[in-house]
């Protein structure tokens, strides 16, 4: 018995492609592209799709996020769908054979959140600082203390 059980879990150890990103400790954020790393084996599929699913929505959601990943690349980054990211709980990245058939999951990732997150640009701490800009396009900023980010617009 004991000997059949942890045959079970050399198994699974061995069985392949998996999530390591996003995780239920490295979300998602609704600004820019997010990324998706995983672990595989040779025996693995040598391409998937990947889906982004949330059943915890009402109607549940589901978008293809990426069709024919090769599985060799081993992290990608993915845009946002068409309806950009959509903030919430209980998101999970499916991995499935293909674009066709949803259903058939090699694998899953954890649950996971995506924040709300105002801008793509932000600062942190409390900091000052002054900038001017100019009609071209061109920014300048000081910093004074704590760190700040800044974008020109053109
Ligand atoms: C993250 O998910 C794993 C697997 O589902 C679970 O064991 C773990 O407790 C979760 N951690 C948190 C912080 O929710
Ligand atoms: C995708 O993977 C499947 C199964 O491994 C394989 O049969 C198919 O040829 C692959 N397609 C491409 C375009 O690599």
Redesign the pocket.
Known sequence: MFAFASFLALAASAAALQVTQP???TGWSTSGPNTVTWSSVSTDNSNFTIVLNNQNSYPAYTEVLEALVETSEGSITVNPPSGGWVAGTGYRVNFVKDSDDLDQILAQS??FTIEQSSSSTYSSGSSTASGSASSTGSVSVTKTSGSVSATSGS
Do not use: I, T
């Open positions: 995780s239920n400790s954890d649950d």
